[in-house]
């Protein structure tokens, strides 16, 4: 007779905080109040995005001894409250960038199919006892959606404060992905 093994009570607790990070991430994301700014409409889908970021970087950080995981999370936490505090700084002035209802349609069409996607696939992240893998796992659908919505933006007139900050996103959180794919495949993940 086979024994089949369970999640622990670690396990358990980090996947019950990862869900309420999700949740409340995808509400705060497909909730937002958008007008005819695609750099609005940015900063106020990318705060929530990265604010899940940075929540379920620190959730690692509980569980976790693996040191290359926890530089990465430490790294995930400081970078993206940095690009929170410049977002957040910028909101007003960027909300003064407008756009034609022809791009603002073509943005967010995009936007909403690339949510869609980074959802899907977070929500069928790994469910194991190995929590780094787990993590890696929920966090590498969570950059890509960051590249793809930077990517994005960028193909529309934005903001000039907020073009460093888009170019930031898509080339750090390349960066992590890579960084993580390795990480999984070390672990073998």
């Given amino acids: 007779m086979t024994k089949q093994m369970g999640l622990s009570d670690n396990a358990k ?17 497909t909730s937002a109040e958008l007008n005819d700014s695609i750099s609005h409409n ?11 970021a940075i929540d379920m970087s620190n ?5 976790t001894t693996n040191v ?6 430490q790294n995930i936490v400081k970078e993206q409250t940095e690009g929170n505090e410049k977002m957040n700084g910028m909101l007003a002035c960027c909300t003064d960038c ?12 995009s936007i909403d199919a690339i949510m869609q996607k980074m959802f899907a696939q977070m929500k069928v992240s790994r469910t194991s006892n190995r929590l780094d893998c787990v993590f890696i796992s929920e966090m590498i659908p969570h950059h890509r959606g960051a590249v793809e919505m930077s990517k994005t933006a960028l193909q529309f007139c934005a903001c000039k404060e907020l073009r460093p900050i888009l170019q930031n996103i898509y080339t750090s959180q390349r ?15």
């Fill in 98 to 109: 407008k756009n034609s209802c022809r791009d603002l349609c073509l943005y967010q069409h």
């Fill in 13 to 29: 607790d980090y996947l019950c905080r990862f869900y309420c990070i999700f949740d409340e991430m995808m509400q705060k994301m």
């Fill in 68 to 73: 290359t995981l926890q530089c990465i999370a």
């Fill in 59 to 63: 959730n690692i950080l509980r569980y």
């Fill in 42 to 52: 940015f900063i106020v889908q990318m705060v929530p995005h990265h604010q899940a």
């Fill in 175 to 189: 960066k992590g992905i890579m960084q993580m794919a390795h990480l999984a495949s070390c672990l073998g993940c």
